[in-house]
């Protein structure tokens, strides 16, 4: 899939940007970030919007602002736009494809071959590989509730730390050191990428993470992690309790 480089900030202050032009076309080949909200007015994911304009892979690079458009291709991505959207629609439609991100498409990117050759590999370090003290930790917590687990368990193609079968309850754990907080911030979209990667190939589950940091989340932090998590903890203890009471 194609890359994504909003977050629901940005996209707003897009949103409210344009609803204020009057001349879209000049306003697109002078910000062409402006797609993204073209796009979401129309309930389009980037992929979808592709192929509805006919055009080739490289959507992303208009949204992310790193080529403008000609004329000739801001009259097209204006083609079948009839009307801004309410912000409640866009937003619905931005949380709902943004499942699509560059790291997908890495993986899914080169031979079916070596595709296959990756996603064996990774089983393989998976099985192999030792529990860091923070699931071992995770771990504990479970096993004195008596929920029985799976550890490294395979959700559609995509592998979670834990999963309590009897709950439907995924768990993705992460514990920081830095208290650089751009280091945090990359770690935190690395978490969120890691549950829309889940999201993506079961809707169903109930995903919990475990994110232990020096660093108390910031708002937009939390907000990042929101997307696809139904539950943030900032650690083990917590993480305990939150179980305790959904398996009371």
Not at 148 to 173: H, M, N, T, W
Request: hydrophobic share 35%.
């Amino acid at each position: 899939m194609p890359k994504t480089h909003l977050d629901k900030k940005s996209l707003q202050k897009l949103y409210g940007d344009f609803s204020k032009e009057n001349e879209l076309v000049g306003a697109l080949m002078r910000k062409p970030e402006y797609v993204a909200v073209i796009r979401l007015s129309m309930g389009k994911s980037q992929t979808s919007f592709e192929n509805f304009l006919g055009m080739s892979k490289n959507l992303y690079k208009y949204e992310a602002g790193k080529i403008k458009p000609s004329e000739r291709t801001a009259r097209m991505f204006l083609s079948k736009f009839k009307a801004l959207a309410p912000w409640e629609v866009v937003l619905q439609n931005f949380e709902r494809f943004s499942s699509e991100s560059v790291g997908w498409f890495a993986a899914n990117s080169g031979s079916q071959k070596a595709i296959s050759a990756r996603k064996k590999g990774a089983e393989s370090l998976m099985r192999l590989r030792k529990p860091t003290d923070q699931e071992s930790e995770v771990a504990a917590q479970l096993a004195a509730r008596n929920l029985r687990f799976k550890k490294d368990f395979k959700i559609g193609g995509v592998f979670v730390d834990f999963y309590i079968p009897s709950q439907r309850l995924a768990v993705e754990c992460k514990r920081l050191t830095t208290r650089n907080r751009r280091e945090h911030m990359k770690k935190v979209k690395e978490a969120a990428f890691a549950g829309y990667k889940v999201r993506f190939h079961e809707q169903n589950v109930k995903l919990v993470v475990v994110f232990e940091s020096p660093l108390k989340l910031s708002g937009t932090e939390r907000q990042e992690l929101c997307g696809p998590y139904s539950i943030i903890c900032e650690n083990v203890t917590r993480f305990g309790d939150i179980i305790k009471d959904q398996s009371a």
